[in-house]
């Protein structure tokens, strides 16, 4: 699976997905930063499904100055 991060930041990172072995988690890693990267890009992404209501997103974004920052959001459908 693939997937690009059209980022604020002014890049597009490509990534690859793999399943994980529980079957609920994919998990991209980057592939290669279309764009430059002077404002930082995204390295890696993992969507996990909680239920059919619920999922968690993870990004780790690196800086500019080449420090990871991780960032974890939790998301809810709304009816």
């Known amino acids: ?15 690859e997905g793999k399943l994980m072995p529980e079957g ?5 890693t980057l592939l290669e930063v279309a764009g430059g990267t002077q404002r930082g890009f995204a390295k890696r992404m993992a969507f996990t499904m909680i239920d059919a209501d619920h999922h ?12 990871p920052v991780q960032v974890r959001g ?6």
């Not at 693939?2 to 490509?14: E, F, K, P, Q, V």
């Not at 939790?74 to 009816?79: D, I, L, N, P, V």
Request: proline share 3%; glycine share 6%; charged share 25%.
């Open 24 to 28: 609920k988690s994919v998990e991209f």
């Open 56 to 67: 968690v997103v993870e990004l780790t974004f690196v800086m500019p100055d080449g420090k």
């Open 1 to 15: 699976m693939l997937a690009t991060h059209y980022c604020d930041a002014g890049n597009r990172s490509h990534m």
């Open 74 to 79: 939790e998301f809810q459908r709304t009816r």
